[in-house]
């Protein structure tokens, strides 16, 4: 669940319903929930500064999610079923603006369409159109962009809700439910799927007076009456968030059993986290959630007006123009260095050449193995000839008393001036040295590391005694082949 949640956000008239979601299984999981206010309008719908107490709301709650997706109140859209003579959705979509604009009585270039296919028929498709004014449109995305919670759909009210409806599976039920669920001030009725197409949804608004029994029953008398799948339900399923329906009286009034639907089978919240906002709008909110997290087909306002250009479309277009550029790069520099590899290798192999041959010459004797090998041997053969020239070295090699003696003294000057060396006696053999002498307090450490990093001798046995504020060593060292 932490991996990959989803804020959905329900913005109605008067409030914005809020809800962190995650799917967990089969279910949609909440783990947090708050309403906003919308501030009264002066002269129309104004978005900025409920998306501002959003975003403070998400920060303080320190919530973490990957996506953000709206629903929007039925009072914001209308909505129409209407024929087209396409089947294809893409060319459903290049024209459905302009068969809404006849139908809906909407200005196309001052509204946002969105459509789903309701049927499929011989002669084209009935399709469902939902269409909302331009600028309330602008004004909920550009607000919560602003506040960097830029959704990546806003999908109609009824279209959310039924989407967590359908989730539920009733085994052993040959009959389909018309599913209904109302609020304190609207009502949503929900249609059997069809065998091709999606299931009808219907919004009204209702009262809060005795007469929601009424007009609940009328209008699922209706919803039978003009479509053809509701025709075929065996029940009616109901949500009541204010728990005001009268199941036994609806039955009688409609024909069909009724009976309370509990969103828990779809829907799980925490009994710690229950807030003041309405179970209806939370399922709503969670609805649009779930576009994000389940696959399937979305009726989406965003594709035909201001297309989200989110993280992942700007990352793939960062990308392609970047490994365009990288490509072109590489190209020019493998050119590049293939002509540099080419010339240097010339001169590399006509260079070793000269090499062999005058190395044959000045190594009597040697064999020639490879340039590196060859290298070092000429080097070291060099070192030993000015060792030799300057005294350090006898012609007999490096075991002469003269070059021991050399290294010593280059390994006690190289221990730092503060050190206090007084040299007792030094005895050479064949094999080693041995230095008796003091220093001062801890100076021995520095005499004996200066011993182990000079490369020509090896430190053997060696010890120390602290006496009078001196330490008095006597340091065996050997030289190294």
Known sequence: ????????????????????????????????????????????????????????????????????????????????????????????????????????????????????????????????????QAEIMSEIILALQNNKLDPISVEPDSICLRRIVQQVSQPGSDAKPIWAALSQNKCFIISPAPQSGNAAVRAFLTGSGSNRNTSLAREIILTIASNAAAQQAGKIRIFDSQSTINLAALGQQTGLTAEVFDPSEIIATKPQEQTSCDRLDV???????????????????????????????????????????????????GVFFYLQYYRVNSYRNRLEKKFRSEYTIAMTGAKFTKSSEAVRRLKSEINRIKDVKSGVLSSTGE?????????????????????????????????????????????????????????????????????????YFRLTIETKQ
Do not use: W
Not at 39 to 49: C, G, R, V, Y
Not at 305 to 316: I, N, S, T, V
């Open 1 to 132: 669940m932490e991996q990959n949640r989803c804020l959905g956000i329900y913005v109605e008239q008067d409030k914005a319903t809020v809800v962190l979601a995650a799917k967990a299984g089969g279910r949609i999981e909440i783990a947090e929930q708050f309403c906003v206010a919308v501030p009264e309008p002066q002269q129309s719908f104004s978005f900025a500064q409920t998306a501002k107490d959003i975003a403070a709301a998400c920060q303080e709650k320190q919530l973490v999610f990957t996506d953000i997706a709206v629903a929007v109140d039925c009072r914001f859209y209308r909505q129409q079923t209407l024929h087209s003579e396409f089947t294809d959705q893409k060319q459903i979509g290049q024209t459905i603006k302009f068969d809404a604009e006849e139908a809906l009585a909407i200005n196309a270039a001052e509204a946002a369409v969105a459509f789903e296919l309701a049927a499929k028929g011989l002669s084209g498709s009935e399709v469902s159109v939902f269409a909302v």
């Open 283 to 333: 399922i709503i909110a969670a609805g649009a959630a779930a576009g994000a997290l389940v696959k399937g087909e979305k009726v989406d306002f965003r594709p035909f007006f201001l297309p989200f250009q989110g993280k992942k479309a700007a990352f793939e277009k960062t990308v392609k123009v970047l490994s365009i550029s990288l490509a072109s790069l590489f190209i020019v520099l």
């Open 399 to 471: 075991d002469s008393v003269e070059a021991k003696l050399a290294y010593l003294f280059e390994a006690l000057n190289s221990v730092p001036p503060g050190i206090d060396i007084e040299i007792e006696k030094i005895t050479i053999t064949t094999t080693t040295m041995t230095v008796t002498g003091n220093t001062s307090n801890r100076g021995y450490l520095e005499v004996f590391g200066a011993v182990d990093r000079h490369p020509k001798l090896k430190r053997g046995p060696s010890t120390y005694q602290a006496k009078e504020n001196r330490d």
